[in-house]
């Protein structure tokens, strides 16, 4: 029998929920500031983390769904990677995450713990090192929290409730 993989992922949707929530309510100022000088506004941080789900699920693991999202690119034109110019409204990053996550929980709900050691690798893009199906749907979780605690680091400074992932 088969086991798929959403129960060590069970608190996922609810992350993604709080992030999509938390974005939702961003003012245009809020998702113009940057944590540091250096680093990227908020608005990129997320349509970059968004857009990296399509990456990494759909052009690296071969999963279905970018056509779906706005990302239909991702490899090329992410926000954040390599798109500072077009800002991505509160609306439009709300939009993103619901459609992105989509993605994730068609992941979820379709790959089992027997998948996860399957090797993964697209030589034809200069990549010659392989990721396990597993490796790739942790990158992805991981580096939802990752950018998710980034953009408390401009919720917090600015007054706004932060995103509380493990209340």
């Avoid at 000088?37 to 279905?64: I, K, M, N, S, Y």
């Amino acid at each position: 029998m088969s086991v798929f993989i959403r129960p060590a992922y069970s608190k996922w949707p609810w992350y993604n929920a709080q992030l999509r929530d938390a974005v939702g309510a961003m003012s245009e100022e809020q998702l113009a500031m940057t944590p540091m000088p250096e680093r990227w506004p908020a608005w990129a941080t997320v349509g970059h983390t968004a857009c990296q789900r399509v990456f990494w699920l759909c052009d690296f693991a071969g999963e279905p769904g970018a056509e779906t999202t706005r990302f239909t690119n991702a490899g090329f034109d992410c926000p954040g990677d390599d798109d500072l110019e077009h800002v991505l409204s509160a609306a439009e990053l709300v939009e993103a995450l619901d459609s992105t996550f989509r993605i994730v929980e068609a992941c979820l709900d379709r790959w089992t713990f027997e998948m996860l050691d399957e090797e993964i690798s697209h030589p034809e893009w200069g990549e010659t090192r392989a990721y396990t199906r597993g490796s790739l749907i942790q990158r992805v979780y991981t580096h939802d929290v990752w950018h998710t605690a980034e953009l408390n680091e401009v919720l917090g400074p600015a007054g706004a409730p932060l995103i509380e992932l493990w209340d």
